[in-house]
């Protein structure tokens, strides 16, 4: 990049040199002047010099001294030549040739010879003369007034000379033109003063003043004010018309304004550097540069200050050596920059160390490091604590194998604005300002480590932040590629390996981490798209707080267009929880096809139980913006079975009341959501349904069967009265079987029995109006219904105890979480009936003594005409039956078993507790009994003998 | 012999008698229990 | 028994009753989560209780009881249980 720059120094150089050989003709012409026939001779030399009618007047010509007057359209003017003749005739040198006056016109060709008008120059054989070869010891010329023809203007030089080849000399020239140059370099206003001293040891040092406007093809430097302070280290081969082979040449820029459209030294840059674009109204250049050339080889140094480019409104590029390495090593064959550039431009801030080395024609090889607070590139705002790149620049195109650490500020990728992502990218950059196109080719080794990164949809419906991110640019697909000064032409696609993403669009918040799977992301700027397409093996999220998501299997895209986000979304598998402590709904796995249209997500899904039994389908949709939605459940024919599929296994609040379950259910529940609220309805329709429970103080409710429609699921509501069919409800010792029960669940942790009737001991069992609260501690109140005594004598499975008879009562239960007991439970017999005690165990206890014998032979058959039965104690335990009953029975009063039976009427109250299991048959009579029948005989025998004292 | 006739008293004769059907006695439970509690850790 | 069942009855906010089931003490400290754990245990208890009674010709209540004076017995100190009163007491 430094090449341009360089031209302005050659440019320089070749017209200084030009100068000196215009001399060289000076003083040539006075060496041909030793030619004996003076003017003429020297007219016709002159002429065959191409000088046109050359008009020669000798004005003095002695053995000594010549002096002459020229005059030729092209070159006029005096001189005088001191000369020793034998020293002119025998080596044609001449001592002092002194030029008072001199006019002629330098002709300077688009490709930079400089020729006098007319006159072809003996060109120098490029071999430095010895100094005593010289053809002459010194030359003076006082004033030199020559034109300058360039191919962009005239331009007028003067200058004076004094050399001597022995002891050296001074050269003063001035050059002012309105304008002069070639076509690619050209000079407006120009005023270049030089002085060149030329010591008698050989180096040449010399000083100029550049002021004026200096034109390249690119750009236009007004006010130039530059100085040039030069060493050429042996001036000699100069005169011969070759270059010094070293030298030192030291530019000092005080000020140039450079111009609106394109700024000279930044454009410079431009090409060279980086991609960016600058649009700088005006840019002053100041700095020094210092330039020494040895054997061939110029090598440069900034002076004693930077070149700076600084624009009105403060942007600035600075130029600086880096330590002791210089600037620029510019040879015949190769170029060496080590350059420290800083710079604050609009896009690109920050300092840069730059080494370029060019072979020959070579591309240029580039390393650079350095530190870019902030580089716009492509769209992208970059801020590069450390940035490093190493590769070359060749014909255009720049290629740099690129590693940075820094942060991504701002980035439009598509429809997503990406912002603050530390980043951490090892990426090869390729920049080819022939198709003024950057890329980012996508290679294996290429790698982008994002810490994080917050995502924004161009108009702010959505929002996300990433975690740590692991971009995988695939081979053959350019990672980023971007027109140059184009943001949005900025398109590519990279393999994404996101950890954690959490998305927020209107009311509904997704999280999802640890993700593991293949994503990619594609945007395109122009299209102002973004497609994640993504195919996720695994991975947790929650959305709104309210689902938990554990090991997504998905497949997908999701695309952002500018409005707004659609998508498809095959779930292979996701288990769905409710976010809470103790859910109330148990883990589903669902599976099938999620669309995203318009901001409203809608989904068909297949629901199983955790272990894969399906459990029906659910639809329904979701609005994005409003976080409102609907959805419902159709659970086909659900059969449960002990072990298998449960009902608690789907409502967890059923775990501890409902297990054991068997039979089939079918359900159907619709749920709508939204700002906070979750409303659900359900019908459920049981076929046989039987379970352990509820709770424990119910051993079995078997075959429920009916359609119960629940105005909500959370808490448990029924729509109103509801009937269900009981096959039976099992208490452990006692069970209503075959029941219809009217029932409410009201919402508030009660069961409100409007009316049940069960079928029992040949009569019914009627519940009204029973209030049972779900945690116990209530009574409800059975009414019992001409019963059958027969029925329960033989349910109490006493043996031998049989009965007839009907009897009602009513037999409040109370109900707490523990047990359901009777109490005061009381039957009263509505008719006369008959008891009958017979059988191994009346005889038995009527064994024991004459009081019980008579007792018993009682109860053999007894006929009451009043019987009460009061029942107490638990379902599942010590359930105490106590009968009393009064009636008539026929006793054998004299106890011998004769045939003769008296009908005594006999009050009689017995109290028979029976614990009301299966023990029956070990039954065996306790201890107080026996004493109670001897109370009773004799009783009877103090009745016998004194009937009436 | 002499026939006793008897007859129905003219007082209706009063019977008392208290029936309780004992359980087996409990004791027998305690290895069973003891068995019950260490086979099934997860709910006792 | 499960671990927030040991550290519940550890921290008496769950104890054995004489009715040979699990008792919810403090009310406020249980979690669902807990009840629902309880409620299941139980249940299970319930059933276990039926086992043993319908084994033995006992009614289950009674096998029940039986068991609870076991567990009572054997339940650590600190921890809490009923006692014949129902009350529920830190055992020494």
Known sequence: MAAKGFDLLKWLWRISAGLVLLLIVAAGAAYIWRLPLAGWIAEGQLEKLGLEDPDVTVTTLTMKKAAFTLEAPQLSGEASVDYEFGELWRDRRVRDIVVPRLEGTLVLTETGEVSVEGLSLPQGDGEPQEKSGYPFRSLTVAEANVALMTPEGEGRLTAAIAVDPEEGGEIVLELTGDRLGVETLSAEAINLSANIDLTSDGPATGKATLRGDVLTAQTIARNLDLQLDGAAGDWRPLLAGKLPDSGRLSLNISSASIGAETTAVLQSLADGAPPFQTELDLVTLTGSVDAMIEGGVMTARIGDAPIEARSSEGSFLRLEGIEAEPLLVLSEDSADVAARLSTELPQFAGDVVLLAKQEGTGPWELALAGHLPRWEIAGLTLNADEVAAQGSYDRGVLTLETQLAGRLQQARLGALTVSDAPIRAQLPVRADFNTSLFSIPGTEDATVVVGGAKLRSTNGSMRATLGPTELIPEAGRPFLSAALGEANSLEGGVGVRLSRISAQAGETQIRASSLRGAASLDFDNQENITALTMSLTGGNGQINNTLSLQNIVADGQVRVLSGDAEGELTIKGVTITEAREAPRVASMKVSGPVKLKSGRVGFNLAVAGPNGTPLGTVKGQHTLETGRGHAEFDSGELRFVAGGLQPSKLLPPLIGIISKATGSLHGSAVADWGNGGLKTSAVISPTKLSFSGPGITVERTSELTGVLTFSNLFPVTTDGMQVIEVGSIDFGSIALPNGEVRFELPGDDTLVVEEAVFPLFDGQMIAEKAVIGFDGGSVATLRAEDLDLGAILSFLKVKGLTGAGRVEGTLPIVFDRFAVRIENGVLRATSPGVIEFTGPTAEAAAQSNQGARLAFDALEFLRFSELEATINGRLDGDLDFKFTFKGESEVDLDGDGGAENVNAPIIFRANVEVPLISLINQARLSRDTRLQIEAAREQLENERNDPEE | CATVKVEAPDKPIEINLNVKIEQEVRVKLDREVEDLISSNPDIF | ?92
Not at chain 3, 62 to 76: S, Y
């Open chain 3, 1 to 92: 028994a499960p671990p927030i069942i040991e550290e519940a009855k550890a921290a008496c906010v769950v104890g054995e009753r004489i009715d040979g089931y699990l008792g919810i003490i403090d009310e406020s400290a249980a979690s669902d989560t807990l009840r629902r754990e309880v409620r299941d245990i139980n249940q299970k208890r319930k059933d276990a209780y039926q086992q043993l009674a319908s084994a033995n010709g006992v009614p289950v209540a009674a096998a029940a009881k039986v068991t609870a004076e076991k567990l009572i017995n054997g339940a650590p100190s600190g921890h809490c249980v009923q006692d014949a009163s129902g009350q529920w007491v830190k055992k020494p």
